[in-house]
């Protein structure tokens, strides 16, 4: 089975800086997804970035942005300009066969005024 | 779209009794799941369905763990017995394609 590895559990970043979340993933597969979810303190979980194996170009989405390295089976997360409202729990996902998404253990982002 | 609705948002209930979870899926989405959220184990697929059908339930940890979907625009997650280790919060979400998923808002539930 794939798996998924965030092997920061918290992260603090000052606010206006950049802050870059690390994610790894095992699989034997040349075609999948890859996604980055927001979990806030209401547990609302949200979906920040999404990105296709196939696809050489990092996704970008406003002031988050990935580094794919495909090789290196690597997918981490760059916030520029950090907000308070950034502050949450980042989870790291990779999409196996059927849909079913494979979730990191998570990184708390703490953002300091 | 109101995006997925998932009830009640909080449940506490005795151990030994029965607990029912419901969720709306967004309309037009073919896949439907169930996820287990707790501090020890993180999020876990519990079951999903894809138009209707169950078709991966091999994340339902015990027998006391049942998932219905009886139309696409309804799915059911029961607990019964419920027990004080069931306490987490349990997700719902569904997806058109591999886009990626839109969770419901979850239910927190508290076995005591």
């Known amino acids: 089975a794939q798996t998924v590895t965030q092997s920061q559990p918290e992260m603090s970043v000052q606010e206006a800086e950049t802050v870059t979340l690390s994610c790894t993933y095992d699989?034997?597969?040349?075609?999948?997804?890859l996604f980055w979810y927001k979990q806030p303190p209401s547990r609302q979980m949200i979906l920040v970035i999404r990105?296709?194996?196939?696809?050489?170009q990092n996704a970008t989405e406003n002031r988050f942005s990935v580094n794919f390295q495909k090789a290196a089976k690597s997918f981490s997360l760059k916030i520029s300009d950090s907000q308070l409202g950034d502050a949450a729990m980042y989870f790291c996902a990779y999409e196996e066969y059927g849909n079913k998404l494979v979730f990191g253990a998570g990184t708390i982002l703490r953002v300091k005024s | 779209d109101a995006g997925v609705i998932q009830s009640p948002r909080h449940e506490v209930t005795e151990m030994g009794q029965e607990v029912t979870l419901r969720c709306k899926p967004i309309?037009?989405?073919?896949?439907l799941f169930w996820y287990r959220q707790t501090m020890m184990r993180g999020l876990e697929l519990l079951i999903y369905f894809n138009n209707n059908v169950p078709i991966d339930d091999s994340g339902m940890p015990e027998d006391r763990f049942s998932a219905k979907m009886p139309n696409a625009s309804f799915s059911t997650l029961k607990i019964q017995p419920s027990e004080p280790r069931d306490s987490a919060v349990y997700f719902c979400?569904?997806?058109?394609?591999?886009?990626?998923?839109?969770f419901g808002s979850g239910t927190r539930l508290t076995v005591v």
């Open positions: 309309s037009g989405h073919d896949y």
């Open positions: 990105q296709e194996a196939y696809k050489q």
């Open positions: 699989t034997s597969e040349s075609d999948y997804y």
């Open positions: 979400a569904s997806s058109q394609t591999t886009y990626g998923y839109t």
